[in-house]
């Protein structure tokens, strides 16, 4: 394709392009004839000295968001030679020259909106409302596919354990001086926080506040994708990509709940749109957002652009545009390391996040029987065939075996195609900055399988970052690889195009690409369904536990400290807003004092749950200033006592406890039916759950004269 290239030295093809003596002022001075030089192009036109910097970027505006090599040649009777664009196109205007300043003789031009090219030409017009009306008609059924977004009694279980401390907005006091609270909250990184703080305060309810934290994400990561997206292959692709991005429900349900990690999509998509756009002091800035947002994926994308930023300095024709923003990221990576270390650091009285030496001893991280069995570590290559093609294929949608193995052999073959496609050709196919986006996915995913937890769940680096590098590298690169560069050029315009002379066809700009785009999408849907399946993980509901929590938040003081069983309790703070004593959800062994207390904590909640008297039940709740004890109903039937068990190394615990008589144990002595006078300390009962108050069961015992 090179060798179809004209000289660099002497023009020797001319496009005049339509309207640009009317826009030019050619009593100034002399013509001026401008090469732009592309790796598969050149193209000519006569530009007019003095003729203002915008009316040069509207008459290049076919040229796409790359980087261009251009040479001006002033033309006269007496001679033919180099000269400076900015002088010649910016001399007499001051702001002008300002705007043209990234120009230099030899150098580079990046133009932008590029979707504006050919907008009024029947091909992309259609594509673009086809486009349009797919995601508009996906959209709906994707929002009529989740009917407990927005319900205020639906959530995610990992909001459990995260979306309880904003209660504290409406009521400060709530959750004072509480050692559960208090880790919680030290998981919501300080943007985060204040954003579903602010959102609590409007909607007057955490799990409302929840679901437009959600909505937040969504809208910004299918925002900053569709932008990225049409940066680099136009409205149509850019439409297809958020379809895409809509349709990939095991991604979509780590942003259900509104929790930390759903500003992952965001961080990274927000990488993805300004990289593609070239704005540098954009992407410092997200890098500062994603700090005080995720700072996993936060990394991630450090790593990336740092990456992308090296190729551009190493690269003789693009160094002088990357080397400012490259010193720029060496300047405030101590800035970004510090913010990030404040926002992990954890008090003395919690600990530090536990290391693989200590992950190595503790059966909490054991497979399978621990709390967050993660370890022995799955092979690498077991992690990327689970979690690296969740875009493609799915658990919610059953495909044959065979299918899924040629999806997860196919697409890196396709990738690798593409890029060589690109090399061969010269051009650009898949986008430098997502190459690096992945090369930096590869690396903080085996740092984080040597620094386990310190780094986050090395799999958590492949579901969100391998995603949001799939979609854009796909659409970008099946339209990108049928697209010719030229694409906006007018019809008369005369162009060297892979050596012919002509500008390429309409159906050959729009409709060949928007068909491979298309083809793709239809993979997609032939792995995974319409992506509509499931419940998004919207999988605890307020009464899913029955009425106990509702009748807490109603009947108790708002100091009341409430304990049960750890699993059945889990509710107890989100939607009794109680301060909980010991929950399954909250006993987290990545720090060491914390979780040590927890574990005491538990063993005290089962011992009290099992107990085979009410005063051995007064002895062991009364010194932790328990008020109230909630005893789960069906864990007392003799095949959920046989059946029992809990997380190592409590589990054997647990099984002595519950390995008496299904008679002997004092919930067995409570009443069937709720009796203030013969049994006031019983004051709630439904089928799953029977509330005990710990005072007024004291008293009762007193009244009595049973010896405690």
């Known amino acids: 394709m090179g060798t179809d290239r004209p000289d660099r030295k002497e023009p020797n093809r001319r496009a005049e392009v339509p309207g640009a003596k009317r826009r030019g002022h050619p009593k100034r001075g002399v013509p001026i004839l401008c090469r732009f030089e592309s790796r598969d192009f050149s193209c000519e036109m006569y530009l007019c000295e003095g003729e203002k910097a915008e009316n040069v970027f509207d008459s ?28 010649q196109v910016s001399s007499t205007d001051s702001s002008s020259k300002r705007n043209a300043s990234s120009f230099s003789h030899e150098g580079t031009y990046r133009a932008s909106r590029m979707w504006r090219m050919q907008s009024q030409e029947c ?14 008609v996906y959209g709906y059924f994707f929002v009529e596919s989740l009917p407990m977004w927005f319900h205020p009694g639906w959530t995610t279980d990992d909001a459990l354990q995260q979306l309880f401390p904003f209660h504290q907005v409406l009521h400060p006091d709530l959750f004072q001086n509480d050692l559960v609270t208090d880790v919680m909250t030290g998981y919501l990184a300080p943007l985060h926080y204040w954003i579903t703080y602010g959102t609590t305060a409007l909607t007057g309810d955490p799990i409302m506040a929840a679901h437009w934290v959600m909505l937040f994400q969504l809208l910004l990561g299918a925002g900053f994708l569709f932008f990225a997206v049409r940066a680099k292959a136009g409205f149509a692709a850019a439409c297809v990509a958020v379809v895409w991005l809509l349709h990939s429900r095991e991604v979509i349900q780590r942003t259900t709940g509104g929790l930390p990690r759903g500003w ?24 500062l957002a994603g700090c005080l947002l995720h700072p996993p994926t936060t990394l991630i994308v450090a790593l990336a652009y740092g990456l992308w930023l090296c ?11 990357f080397l400012r923003p490259f010193v720029w990221l060496v300047l405030l990576s101590p800035l970004y390391i510090g913010i990030t270390y404040s926002v992990v650091k954890r008090p003395d009285s919690v600990g530090q996040m536990v290391t693989r030496t200590q992950v190595e001893e503790m059966p909490q991280f054991r497979h399978p029987d621990g709390r967050f069995p993660f370890y022995p570590l799955s092979p690498i290559a077991e992690d990327i065939r689970v979690f690296g093609f969740q875009v493609f294929i799915t658990r919610f949608y059953k495909t044959s075996p065979s299918f899924r193995r040629t999806i997860r052999f196919g697409i890196p073959v396709l990738l690798l195609l593409l890029v060589g496609v690109g090399w061969y050709r010269k051009r650009e196919v898949v986008p430098i900055p997502l190459l690096t986006l992945l090369l930096s996915i590869a690396i903080v995913y085996v740092l ?43 019809e008369k315009a005369e162009v060297s195009f892979f050596g012919q002379n002509k500008a390429p066809s309409a159906f050959k700009r729009i409709l060949v690409p928007f068909v491979a785009v298309l083809s793709v999408l239809g993979v997609v849907f032939l792995g995974s369904g319409d992506g509509l399946q499931g419940d998004a993980n919207f999988n605890y509901s307020t009464t899913k536990k029955g009425l106990a929590f509702e009748w807490i938040r109603e009947n108790t003081p708002p100091g009341a400290l409430i304990a049960g069983h750890p699993t059945f309790m889990n509710g107890v703070m989100l939607f009794g807003a109680r301060k909980g004593y010991a929950t399954t959800e909250t006993y987290h062994p990545f720090y060491p004092a914390y979780m040590e207390e927890m574990e005491r904590r538990i063993r005290v909640s089962f011992r009290a749950h099992y107990a085979t008297s009410a005063a051995e039940f007064l002895r062991i709740v009364e010194p932790e200033g328990i008020d109230y004890f909630v005893f789960d109903r069906k864990r007392f039937y003799p095949s959920a006592l046989a059946a029992e068990e ?8 647990v099984k002595e406890l519950v390995s008496k008589d299904p008679e002997s144990y004092f919930y067995k002595s409570l009443p069937k039916k709720i009796d203030f006078e013969k049994a006031p300390y019983l004051v709630f009962r439904d089928d799953q759950a029977a509330v005990v108050d710990v005072h007024a069961l004291h008293t009762f015992l007193v009244q009595e004269g049973s010896e405690l």
């Not at 033309?75 to 400076?84: A, C, E, I, M």
């Not at 190729?311 to 545009?321: F, M, N």
């Open 60 to 87: 290049l505006k076919f040229f796409e968001n790359d980087i261009h090599r251009y040479r001006a040649f002033e033309l006269s009777k007496s001679h033919s030679r180099g000269v400076s664009l900015v002088t």
């Open 123 to 136: 091909p992309l017009l259609f594509v673009n409302l086809l486009s349009l009306c797919l995601l508009f």
């Open 264 to 287: 992952s999509l965001v961080v990274l998509t927000s990488y993805l749109c300004f990289s593609f756009q070239r704005r540098h002091r954009l992407i410092l800035l997200s890098l």
């Open 311 to 321: 190729v551009g300095v190493l690269r003789k024709e693009t160094r002088s545009a």
């Open 448 to 490: 984080s399988r040597e620094f386990i937890f310190q780094l986050y769940v090395p799999n958590r680096h492949l579901q969100f970052p391998l995603a949001l590098f799939w979609i854009p590298a796909c659409i970008v690169g099946a339209w990108r690889v049928y697209m010719p560069e030229l694409r906006g050029i007018p």
């Open 646 to 653: 809990y997380f190592s190394p409590l589990d054997r615990f």
